[in-house]
């Protein structure tokens, strides 16, 4: 960490300087996430609606190799910010070389499994026939830029810890760019279709990465930079633990989407796959928003946890509990508003897409009250090397609170229920948050952090009993499916909830029999 950096983190805490150090990350991440969005824009405007479905079938690979670049680059960022704040320097570049060459290896490994089994993965993951020429088409692209995409991610966190989101931010603006120009070029010109798409996005990945690993090896007025790594298999094994909260979000996100296209590809076929695709396309951008702000303060709460400074850490959090609880009200605002305008950019002519997406849209929309304290409190804990209650936040967020609603909603209120999933699993999971918050002891000082806003204080009330409730409809969805008591049927080419109403009265029945 440079001289400058240090004098930066060492700056008194408050507002102005916590958005000023995250700003550069913010655009960053919503430049990154640009990346599919234009892929998306571009594949359902001048391909069509059925290719728009098959980028979505594909995108859980683009999540695993994000993931695995967030796993190695928070976790180890964090492992790497806290060694320099300790003085260690030497060891925090060995660690920093280590880490990129094992997610290099990881990430080859991974392509190379992908490839071998690329249609059973295709099938697994929600195509059909008719779908699975424009699967190919994307995937071959996306799997041989998967080193570097993890590369791409890992190497962007690392600009913050040096004190450089400024050029991360750039290379975020170059990638985004250059992947418009391309998509332009090799759909609208060169005709490539869905394939070009995919080349486009792999070519910025590529550029930003090279170019990134160039400015490690060559730049030494940094105290971080590439050496010759030392085997230290703690560091690999901690660095993993410490970041698995955001790799499991991510795998987990993979899962509910692959449960999203499942479920969407037969209750209203691959419109509804298409409706669920701009959804998270316009759901996403707003989410790099709470990502880029914890990503960029992650390193000053990092900083000052190896300093032992606890009255600045409680600050960090009692402005940020606030900025993201103002954020949170109007980006919810903004998407409920605009979702008609929002979705038309993705569904061009095609009505049926439009008119599901932006009801959908609508109550997706409601999410985004918790997803950035939610989003926050897994980047606050991964900062304090506390992987393990990042990752418990992490997985009870996009498995148990996610996939439960996911399974049981559409058989009792049918296709609205895909839609509520969002804001019911993101809501368990904010009580989950604050019920964390509470608990909060940074472990070398034992002061209690308290929650920031009263307005949190209603959910800590209530969040024993919204977990207890969570996990009886958990229990109770396992042992209705068990039984066979709920049926899909499929019936003209779409998947309706057969006796919506039994069902429903039966799922009831279970919670008294389990009593």
């Known amino acids: 960490m440079s001289k400058n950096n240090q004098d930066v983190l060492n700056r008194p805490i408050h507002l102005k ?46 999540f695993i190799a994000t993931g695995i670049g967030t796993m ?7 492992l790497v910010a806290k060694k320099i704040g300790e003085g260690k320097k030497q060891e925090a570049r060995e660690d920093f070389s280590l880490l990129l060459f094992t997610s290099f290896v990881v990430s080859l490994v991974i392509s190379v ?30 799997l041989i830029a998967m080193p570097f995409t993890v590369f791409g991610m890992m190497l962007s966190m690392s600009y913050i810890t040096v004190g450089k989101a400024h050029f991360g931010l750039w290379m975020s603006i170059l990638g985004g760019v250059l992947n418009i120009v391309l998509d332009w070029l090799f759909i609208a010109i060169f005709k490539w279709g869905i394939a070009g798409a995919a080349i486009a996005t792999s070519i910025g990945y590529v550029t930003t990465s090279i170019i990134g690993l160039v400015y490690f090896f060559v730049n030494r007025k940094h105290e971080l930079y590439i050496v010759k790594p030392k085997l230290r298999w703690h560091t690999i094994i901690k660095s993993c633990t410490n970041g698995s909260s955001e790799m499991i979000g991510v795998f987990a996100g993979s899962i509910v989407a692959i449960l999203f296209n499942n479920i969407l590809m037969r209750m209203a076929g691959s419109d509804g796959v298409a ?9 996403e951008l707003f989410n790099a928003v709470y990502r880029g702000y914890a990503t960029g303060i992650a390193p000053v709460i990092s900083y000052n946890f190896g300093r032992d400074d606890s009255v600045r850490l409680k600050k960090i959090h009692s402005i940020s509990t606030k900025i993201i609880l103002l954020a949170s009200f109007v980006l919810t605002g903004v998407c409920i508003v605009l979702a008609p305008t929002l979705v038309e950019f993705f569904a061009g002519d095609n009505q049926s897409v439009l008119e599901m997406a932006v009801h959908g849209f609508r109550i997706f929309a409601i999410s985004c009250l918790f997803v950035g304290i939610n989003v926050y409190s897994s980047s606050l804990f991964t900062a304090l090397n506390d992987g393990k209650t ?22 009792i209120i049918g296709l609205d229920g895909v839609w509520w999933s969002m804001p019911i699993g993101e809501l368990l999971s904010f009580a989950m948050s604050v019920y964390y918050f509470r608990k909060l002891y940074f472990r070398k000082v034992k002061v209690k952090l308290w929650l920031s806003h009263s307005f949190l204080l209603f959910y800590v009330k209530i969040q024993s009993p919204i977990l207890i409730v969570c996990i009886w409809v958990g229990v109770v969805c396992g042992y209705t499916v068990y039984r066979g008591r709920v049926d899909v049927c499929t019936s003209g080419g779409a998947v309706g909830v057969q006796q919506t109403k039994h069902g429903a009265v039966r799922i009831i029945r279970s919670f008294f029999i389990l009593i």
Request: aromatic letters at 12%; charged letters at 10%; hydrophobic letters at 55%.
């Open 72 to 78: 190695f680059g928070s976790g180890g960022n964090a």
């Open 113 to 142: 499994l992908c490839f071998v089994f690329l249609k059973p993965l295709l099938r697994l993951l929600g195509s059909d026939d008719n779908l699975m020429t424009y699967c190919i088409e994307y995937m071959y692209p996306i």
């Open 275 to 283: 409706s669920i695709t701009i959804m998270l396309y316009v759901q």
């Open 17 to 62: 300087m916590l958005i000023g150090f995250s700003l550069p990350t913010i655009l960053s991440m919503v430049f990154m996430s640009i990346y599919t969005t234009v892929d998306g824009l571009f594949v359902a405007r001048l391909v069509n609606t059925d290719a728009l479905s098959a980028v979505n079938i594909v995108m859980p690979m683009v």
């Open 390 to 411: 990042s990752a418990i936040l992490s997985f009870c967020r996009t498995v148990v609170f996610l996939v439960v609603p996911v399974l049981v909603l559409p058989m």
